[in-house]
């Protein structure tokens, strides 16, 4: 069965550094996600991807992120300039129609 | 916000029914509700979805009442895998709907030999 997959696994930068997260969605999907998960709270949402462009996206998501499909596969999103509380997990999720998303195992990163 | 209310933790006997209640007394006509769950720290794995019928899947089975104010997600024969937390969420689906989940703090359901 088809998965969606994530690069790194687990990520470790220094604060004020760029990192940029790797998605690799199921085939045919089209709708891509990312939401985050600090230690112990909540699954956040953080923005929404369609047909090349930003959907929606939460208060979370400043200036300091973006996204891209920058070879058509790969969903990435990028942290500019890392804080010590954007450490936390991220799930990248994608669904080939709106109603549906399956979620990826997720990136842990973490800002020293 | 979550629109739902579910209770913070659970157990269940292994190989038996484990029925996990949600409240959603809020929820609109063109709302649906949907379950996730997340063991550990792994990614939320879709579950089921509904919007007024009782659903089943291999997974599990979603009973809704008749007025939609509440849910059960029933999984017929808990295993000590299905320990995990469990999100009950509502959602509205459509051309201009948006596409977010919203998470609450769901239950966490332990499964006991």
Request: proline fraction near 4%.
């Amino acid at each position: 069965e088809p998965e969606v997959t994530q690069t790194p696994s687990h990520q470790v930068t220094q604060m004020g550094q760029e990192v940029i997260l790797r998605c690799v969605p199921i085939s045919n999907h089209l709708y891509f996600y990312w939401y985050r998960q600090i230690l112990g709270q909540k699954v956040e949402f953080l923005v929404s991807f369609y047909n090349n462009e930003i959907s929606e996206k939460s208060e979370i998501f400043d200036d300091q992120f973006s996204v891209e499909r920058p070879d058509g596969s790969n969903f990435t999103l990028k942290i500019r300039s890392t804080k010590l509380e954007d450490s936390a997990m991220y799930f990248c999720a994608t669904g080939r129609l709106t109603y549906e998303q399956y979620f990826g195992p997720g990136t842990r990163l973490t800002v020293t | 916000d979550a629109k739902t209310t579910q209770p913070t933790s659970m157990d269940c006997a292994e190989g038996r029914a484990a029925n996990l209640p949600c409240n959603h007394s809020t929820i609109s006509g063109n709302e649906y509700v949907y379950w996730y769950r997340q063991i550990h720290s792994q990614g939320p794995q879709y579950i089921i979805h509904g919007l007024k019928n009782n659903e089943t899947n291999e997974m599990a089975s979603l009973i809704i009442t008749e007025d939609r104010k509440s849910s059960t997600l029933i999984l017929p024969h808990a295993t000590l895998r299905d320990t995990a937390v469990y999100y009950c969420i509502v959602r509205e689906i459509g051309r201009n709907a948006g596409n977010m989940l919203t998470f609450g703090g769901g239950t966490r359901l332990m499964v006991k030999p």
